[in-house]
Protein backbone atom coordinates (compact mmCIF):
# COMPACT_ATOMS: atom_id res chain seq x y z
CA UNK A 1 0.00 0.00 0.00
CA UNK A 2 1.42 3.33 -0.85
CA UNK A 3 1.80 5.81 2.00
CA UNK A 4 -1.14 8.49 2.12
CA UNK A 5 -0.41 11.89 0.25
CA UNK A 6 -0.58 14.94 2.11
CA UNK A 7 -2.17 17.91 0.84
CA UNK A 8 0.71 20.82 0.78
CA UNK A 9 -1.77 23.53 0.65
CA UNK A 10 -4.02 22.39 3.77
CA UNK A 11 -1.07 22.36 5.80
CA UNK A 12 -0.49 26.08 4.52
CA UNK A 13 -4.13 26.67 5.45
CA UNK A 14 -3.55 25.40 8.75
CA UNK A 15 -0.66 27.68 9.79
CA UNK A 16 -2.18 30.60 9.69
CA UNK A 17 -5.36 29.56 11.81
CA UNK A 18 -2.08 27.75 14.26
CA UNK A 19 -0.63 31.41 14.50
CA UNK A 20 -4.06 32.88 15.38
CA UNK A 21 -4.87 30.55 18.13
CA UNK A 22 -1.65 30.99 19.58
CA UNK A 23 -1.32 34.52 19.49
CA UNK A 24 -5.12 34.75 20.47
CA UNK A 25 -3.91 32.73 23.86
CA UNK A 26 -0.88 34.93 24.16
CA UNK A 27 -3.23 37.84 24.59
CA UNK A 28 -5.72 36.38 26.36
CA UNK A 29 -3.21 35.56 29.20
CA UNK A 30 -1.76 39.03 28.73
CA UNK A 31 -4.86 40.77 29.99
CA UNK A 32 -5.51 37.73 32.60
CA UNK A 33 -1.76 38.87 34.02
CA UNK A 34 -3.02 42.95 33.78
CA UNK A 35 -5.97 41.83 36.01
CA UNK A 36 -3.76 39.98 38.59
CA UNK A 37 -1.36 42.49 38.67
CA UNK A 38 -3.83 45.39 39.30
CA UNK A 39 -5.53 43.36 41.69
CA UNK A 40 -2.82 42.66 44.00
CA UNK A 41 -2.26 46.11 45.44
CA UNK A 42 -6.05 47.19 45.41
CA UNK A 43 -6.87 44.03 47.43
CA UNK A 44 -4.84 45.82 50.24
CA UNK A 45 -7.54 48.55 50.20
CA UNK A 46 -10.19 46.37 49.84
CA UNK A 47 -12.25 47.46 53.05
CA UNK A 48 -11.33 51.09 52.12
CA UNK A 49 -13.16 50.36 48.77
CA UNK A 50 -15.66 48.78 50.16
CA UNK A 51 -16.19 51.88 52.55
CA UNK A 52 -16.18 54.85 49.86
CA UNK A 53 -18.43 52.26 47.49
CA UNK A 54 -21.45 51.91 50.04
CA UNK A 55 -20.81 55.53 51.39
CA UNK A 56 -24.08 57.07 49.06
CA UNK A 57 -26.03 54.82 51.11
CA UNK A 58 -24.32 54.86 54.50
CA UNK A 59 -24.70 58.65 54.59
CA UNK A 60 -28.18 58.31 54.20
CA UNK A 61 -28.28 55.88 56.88
CA UNK A 62 -30.44 57.04 60.55
CA UNK A 63 -27.82 56.94 63.33
CA UNK A 64 -26.85 54.06 65.02
CA UNK A 65 -27.87 51.72 61.91
CA UNK A 66 -25.14 50.80 60.11
CA UNK A 67 -24.69 48.04 57.39
CA UNK A 68 -24.60 44.00 57.93
CA UNK A 69 -23.16 40.94 56.81
CA UNK A 70 -25.60 38.05 57.00
CA UNK A 71 -23.00 35.31 56.03
CA UNK A 72 -20.21 34.11 57.98
CA UNK A 73 -17.86 35.03 54.92
CA UNK A 74 -19.59 38.01 53.62
CA UNK A 75 -17.05 40.34 55.62
CA UNK A 76 -14.53 38.69 53.71
CA UNK A 77 -15.89 37.83 50.10
CA UNK A 78 -17.84 41.57 49.44
CA UNK A 79 -14.56 43.81 49.42
CA UNK A 80 -12.40 40.60 47.75
CA UNK A 81 -15.03 40.95 45.19
CA UNK A 82 -15.37 44.01 44.84
CA UNK A 83 -11.42 44.18 44.26
CA UNK A 84 -11.89 42.01 41.66
CA UNK A 85 -14.20 43.86 39.66
CA UNK A 86 -12.20 46.91 40.10
CA UNK A 87 -8.88 45.47 39.01
CA UNK A 88 -11.34 44.50 35.30
CA UNK A 89 -12.31 47.87 35.69
CA UNK A 90 -9.22 49.34 35.51
CA UNK A 91 -7.17 46.79 33.00
CA UNK A 92 -10.17 47.81 30.22
CA UNK A 93 -8.28 49.76 28.27
CA UNK A 94 -5.32 47.23 28.32
CA UNK A 95 -7.93 44.81 27.63
CA UNK A 96 -9.54 46.80 24.81
CA UNK A 97 -5.75 47.55 23.14
CA UNK A 98 -5.26 43.37 23.27
CA UNK A 99 -8.20 43.22 21.11
CA UNK A 100 -7.42 46.12 18.73
CA UNK A 101 -3.99 44.50 18.29
CA UNK A 102 -5.10 41.11 17.26
CA UNK A 103 -8.00 42.32 14.73
CA UNK A 104 -6.14 45.39 13.14
CA UNK A 105 -4.57 43.45 10.70
CA UNK A 106 -7.19 42.51 9.37
CA UNK A 107 -8.66 45.92 8.88
CA UNK A 108 -8.56 48.54 5.97
CA UNK A 109 -6.76 51.57 6.45
CA UNK A 110 -9.63 53.72 6.63
CA UNK A 111 -11.25 51.38 9.01
CA UNK A 112 -8.17 51.23 10.89
CA UNK A 113 -8.91 55.21 10.97
CA UNK A 114 -12.26 55.10 12.28
CA UNK A 115 -11.55 52.18 14.83
CA UNK A 116 -9.29 54.06 17.15
CA UNK A 117 -11.24 56.81 17.92
CA UNK A 118 -14.05 54.45 18.36
CA UNK A 119 -12.15 52.61 20.76
CA UNK A 120 -11.02 55.48 22.93
CA UNK A 121 -14.32 56.75 22.84
CA UNK A 122 -15.78 53.23 24.33
CA UNK A 123 -13.59 53.26 26.85
CA UNK A 124 -14.40 56.89 28.10
CA UNK A 125 -17.95 56.55 27.66
CA UNK A 126 -18.55 53.16 30.00
CA UNK A 127 -16.50 54.87 32.55
CA UNK A 128 -18.47 57.59 32.39
CA UNK A 129 -21.18 55.30 32.82
CA UNK A 130 -20.14 53.97 35.92
CA UNK A 131 -19.29 57.42 37.40
CA UNK A 132 -23.08 58.74 36.43
CA UNK A 133 -23.96 55.98 38.44
CA UNK A 134 -22.59 56.44 41.57
CA UNK A 135 -22.33 60.34 42.14
CA UNK A 136 -25.72 61.07 40.11
CA UNK A 137 -27.81 58.36 40.11
CA UNK A 138 -26.94 56.56 43.67
CA UNK A 139 -27.81 60.00 45.78
CA UNK A 140 -31.29 59.70 44.32
CA UNK A 141 -32.14 56.05 44.76
CA UNK A 142 -30.98 55.70 47.60
CA UNK A 143 -32.79 58.67 49.15
CA UNK A 144 -35.94 57.85 47.64
CA UNK A 145 -35.63 54.64 49.33
CA UNK A 146 -34.18 55.54 52.80
CA UNK A 147 -37.29 57.97 52.83
CA UNK A 148 -39.86 55.83 52.00
CA UNK A 149 -39.75 52.93 54.38
CA UNK A 150 -41.59 52.48 57.97
CA UNK A 151 -40.99 54.30 60.60
CA UNK A 152 -40.98 51.73 62.64
CA UNK A 153 -38.67 49.22 60.51
CA UNK A 154 -34.69 49.86 60.75
CA UNK A 155 -32.72 49.60 57.60
CA UNK A 156 -29.68 47.48 58.02
CA UNK A 157 -28.54 46.51 54.52
CA UNK A 158 -26.43 43.67 53.56
CA UNK A 159 -22.98 44.29 52.57
CA UNK A 160 -23.08 41.19 49.77
CA UNK A 161 -26.96 42.30 48.75
CA UNK A 162 -25.59 45.95 48.17
CA UNK A 163 -22.67 45.29 46.32
CA UNK A 164 -24.63 42.88 43.62
CA UNK A 165 -27.05 46.15 43.87
CA UNK A 166 -24.68 48.45 42.26
CA UNK A 167 -22.58 46.59 40.17
CA UNK A 168 -25.70 45.37 38.31
CA UNK A 169 -26.42 49.16 38.48
CA UNK A 170 -22.58 49.72 37.35
CA UNK A 171 -22.61 47.03 34.29
CA UNK A 172 -26.19 48.68 33.07
CA UNK A 173 -25.10 52.07 33.09
CA UNK A 174 -21.43 51.22 31.95
CA UNK A 175 -23.32 49.37 28.56
CA UNK A 176 -25.88 51.96 28.23
CA UNK A 177 -23.55 54.48 27.44
CA UNK A 178 -22.23 52.52 24.76
CA UNK A 179 -25.24 53.22 22.81
CA UNK A 180 -23.75 55.93 20.10
CA UNK A 181 -21.15 53.75 19.71
CA UNK A 182 -23.19 50.58 19.19
CA UNK A 183 -25.15 53.07 17.10
CA UNK A 184 -22.19 54.39 15.05
CA UNK A 185 -21.47 50.63 14.01
CA UNK A 186 -24.90 49.18 13.23
CA UNK A 187 -24.75 52.08 10.77
CA UNK A 188 -21.13 51.55 9.40
CA UNK A 189 -21.44 47.84 9.22
CA UNK A 190 -25.07 48.69 6.86
CA UNK A 191 -27.50 46.83 8.71
CA UNK A 192 -29.28 49.92 8.98
CA UNK A 193 -29.11 53.42 8.16
CA UNK A 194 -29.74 57.26 9.45
CA UNK A 195 -32.84 57.60 7.82
CA UNK A 196 -34.53 54.44 9.04
CA UNK A 197 -33.09 55.09 12.65
CA UNK A 198 -34.86 58.76 12.70
CA UNK A 199 -37.96 57.01 11.57
CA UNK A 200 -38.13 54.50 14.16
CA UNK A 201 -37.16 57.39 16.69
CA UNK A 202 -40.34 56.97 18.73
CA UNK A 203 -40.38 53.31 19.17
CA UNK A 204 -36.81 53.29 20.49
CA UNK A 205 -37.85 56.04 23.16
CA UNK A 206 -40.22 53.48 24.27
CA UNK A 207 -37.75 50.42 24.11
CA UNK A 208 -35.37 53.35 26.52
CA UNK A 209 -38.08 53.37 29.47
CA UNK A 210 -38.80 50.07 28.86
CA UNK A 211 -34.94 48.86 29.11
CA UNK A 212 -34.47 51.29 31.92
CA UNK A 213 -37.43 49.14 34.00
CA UNK A 214 -36.29 46.26 33.45
CA UNK A 215 -32.19 46.88 34.40
CA UNK A 216 -33.65 49.49 37.61
CA UNK A 217 -35.09 48.77 40.92
CA UNK A 218 -39.09 49.87 40.50
CA UNK A 219 -39.10 53.00 41.12
CA UNK A 220 -39.64 56.07 38.35
CA UNK A 221 -36.68 58.32 39.25
CA UNK A 222 -33.44 55.52 38.64
CA UNK A 223 -35.84 54.23 35.14
CA UNK A 224 -36.09 57.71 34.39
CA UNK A 225 -32.60 58.37 34.96
CA UNK A 226 -31.70 55.43 32.71
CA UNK A 227 -34.11 56.05 30.19
CA UNK A 228 -33.40 59.53 29.26
CA UNK A 229 -29.68 59.11 29.21
CA UNK A 230 -30.26 56.60 26.71
CA UNK A 231 -32.24 58.08 24.71
CA UNK A 232 -29.88 61.52 24.29
CA UNK A 233 -26.81 59.15 23.76
CA UNK A 234 -29.31 57.12 21.03
CA UNK A 235 -28.97 61.07 19.56
CA UNK A 236 -25.61 61.37 19.45
CA UNK A 237 -25.23 58.12 17.80
CA UNK A 238 -27.29 59.06 15.31
CA UNK A 239 -25.21 62.63 14.83
CA UNK A 240 -21.99 60.77 14.82
CA UNK A 241 -23.41 58.19 12.05
CA UNK A 242 -24.29 60.94 9.67
CA UNK A 243 -20.63 62.00 10.32
CA UNK A 244 -18.09 59.65 10.94
CA UNK A 245 -19.98 56.93 7.84
CA UNK A 246 -19.92 59.57 5.42
CA UNK A 247 -16.76 60.22 5.89
CA UNK A 248 -15.65 56.65 5.91
CA UNK A 249 -17.26 56.08 2.63
CA UNK A 250 -15.13 59.00 1.03
CA UNK A 251 -12.10 58.09 2.17
CA UNK A 252 -13.02 53.91 1.01
CA UNK A 253 -13.40 55.78 -1.95
CA UNK A 254 -10.18 57.38 -2.52
CA UNK A 255 -8.69 54.21 -0.93
CA UNK A 256 -10.11 52.36 -4.45
CA UNK A 257 -9.05 54.74 -6.58
CA UNK A 258 -5.46 55.26 -5.35
CA UNK A 259 -5.18 51.55 -5.80
CA UNK A 260 -6.54 51.40 -9.20
CA UNK A 261 -3.98 54.14 -10.28
Known sequence: ???????????????????????????????LLI???????????????????????TALLPEGTSMIATDVT?????????????????????????????????LYQHEKKIAIPLLISSIFLFYAGVAFAYFVVFPLI???????????VAMMTDISSYLNFVLKLFFAFGIVF??????????????TSVESLKDKRAYIIVCCFVVGMLLTPPDVISQTLLALPMWLLFESGIILAGIFVRRGDDEYDDEEESEQT
Open 1 to 31: MSNAQHDPSSEAAAQPLISHLVELRDRLLRS
Open 35 to 57: VLVLFLPLFYFANDLYAYLSEPL
Open 74 to 106: SPFFAPFKLTLVLAIFAAIPFILHQIWSFIAPG
Open 142 to 152: FGFFTSTGPEN
Open 178 to 191: EIPIATLLLVWSGV
